[in-house]
């Protein structure tokens, strides 16, 4: 069953149910009335003949002549009239043929209950019947109810046809409603069966309905917009990564090759290709790990725990400084944040490497922890203004820097680090010359109230 069927179905049952109980109450409601103007009748009508009962003899015997009912008020349908002593006699008045049930009578008579009503059938009429105390006994009144029969079953018959008629327009009511709301559903669901015939992400569904329909179909463009922008950041990863694989993998082989096919090379020459090859293979082996450790961490978030970053950084430094001939000046405040130890530690070894790869021989580079933000700052040629805005791209290497070695993909890691604990990466020129690379983890310090990380 479509969901448009369910949706008309479910309106018009909702709606069906609703009339029908708003026409049942109202059905009981008009009964009640018509039925409490009989219970009326009939109370005043007995009390009338209690009254004449208490001021005149009672019946004894028929006929009893001598004993005077009231007469019937004007345009009050006449009614049935018998006496029941306590013994269970049952006396009828003048020209009174029908017996009425006297059962409860009796007990009303020997006052053992008080007065009642009740509906009994007697030679085929349906009758309302009110029983009270008279002076000798009971006296029952009845009254046939043959005209409230009928109109309750006339205006049972209305109220029929009117709830069939209004369940089969509210059946077509809803089947047009719900056509006209599920119609961006139907759109959406051509959009999506379209994309995945067609693979064009492009094609998104142009829904503007300000409802909660045009927020899905907005909410589907832009995941069709982050999917396309994805596919095709995966695609330029791709071409990039083996663009930059191809460059050390073709200068080892060519080293390797002139090995095979010089075998009297001399010593000096041999051992030269062999670290050119070696050194390119352990290039690309780091292009191929930092490859790695991206696509790691846009598969899924990193497992955080409560770290000391100041540690991860001297840590850092402490590798830095044994690769290198630098001085590390460093100035590290006791700082805790919520996150990745490991990813923490490539991203701050990455800042320093970069730190090395840009200063002079013997030049001392500073490292600043203060207030979870990490400044590391060199004394490079510093950054051009046109190149600061993408040094943190995948593979993107400014123009000083093409000839020199390295993947391009570590301050991409950087800036992905500092994503997943919610901070930044950025650079700015440094007074005096070179550049300051700053990691903002601000944001991942615990938060003094509850612990949870956030700004102090």
């Known amino acids: 069953m479509s969901l448009r069927t369910r949706a008309a179905l479910g309106t018009a049952a909702l709606l069906s149910i609703g009339i029908a109980t708003a026409l049942i109450t109202a059905y009981s409601l008009v009964r009640q009335q018509l039925e409490g103007?009989?219970?009326?009748t009939l109370s005043e009508r007995a009390h009338a003949i209690a009254a004449v009962s208490r001021s005149q003899p009672p019946p004894a015997a028929p006929p009893p002549a001598r004993f005077k009912i009231p007469p019937v008020k004007f345009g009050e349908p006449d009614s049935y009239v018998q006496f029941v002593s306590p013994n269970g006699k049952v006396t009828l008045i003048p020209g009174e043929q029908i017996v009425l049930p006297a059962e409860r009578a009796i007990a009303v008579a020997r006052r053992q209950r008080t007065a009642n009503y009740s509906d009994a059938t007697v030679s085929g009429k349906h009758l309302r019947i009110y029983t009270a105390a008279v002076a000798s006994g009971a006296v029952e009144v009845a009254r046939p109810l043959t005209d409230v029969d009928n109109a309750l079953g006339w205006i049972k018959l209305a109220f029929s046809i009117?709830?069939?008629g209004a369940i089969l327009a509210t059946a077509v009511l809803g089947w047009f409603l719900s056509r006209a709301t599920l119609r961006p559903v139907a759109r959406l669901?051509?959009?999506?069966e379209r994309i995945a015939a067609t693979g064009d992400l492009s094609a998104g569904t142009d829904e503007t309905r300000p409802d909660e329909l045009g927020r899905l179909a907005r909410s589907f463009n832009s995941m069709l917009r982050a999917l396309d922008q994805s596919r095709s950041a995966q695609r330029q990863l791709v071409a990039d990564a083996s663009h930059e694989l191809r460059t050390p993998l073709t200068t080892a082989r060519a080293s390797l090759e002139s090995l095979e096919l010089h075998p009297d090379l001399d010593a000096a020459v041999r051992l030269r290709y062999l670290e050119t090859a070696i050194a390119e293979l352990k290039e690309m082996t780091q292009l191929i790990d930092e490859l790695v450790a991206l696509a790691q961490g846009d598969a899924q978030p990193p497992?955080?725990?409560l770290v000391r970053l100041d540690e991860i950084v001297d840590a850092a430094i402490a590798t830095a400084a044994r690769r290198s001939d630098h001085e590390f000046l460093r100035s590290l405040e006791p700082t805790e944040i919520f996150g990745a130890p490991n990813d923490l530690s490539r991203a701050v070894g990455n800042l320093l490497d970069n730190a090395v790869k840009w200063s002079p021989?013997?030049?001392?580079?500073e490292v600043d922890l203060k207030d979870g933000v990490l400044s590391v700052r060199d004394r490079g040629p510093g950054v051009a203004p046109e190149d600061q805005p993408r040094i943190?791209?995948?593979f993107y290497r400014a123009a000083a820097g093409r000839t020199k070695r390295g993947s391009g993909l570590g301050l991409a890691i950087v800036r992905q680090a500092a994503s997943a604990h919610g901070g930044t990466a950025a650079v700015v020129d440094a007074p005096g010359g070179g550049s300051v690379?700053?990691?903002d983890l601000a944001a991942a310090r615990p938060n003094p109230i509850g612990g949870r990380p956030g700004r102090a």
């Open 189 to 192: 669901t051509a959009a999506a």
């Open 392 to 394: 943190f791209d995948r």
């Open 303 to 305: 497992e955080k725990e």
């Open 162 to 164: 009117i709830s069939a």
């Open 437 to 439: 690379f700053t990691l």
């Open 37 to 40: 103007q009989v219970d009326r």
């Open 361 to 365: 021989p013997q030049a001392a580079i």
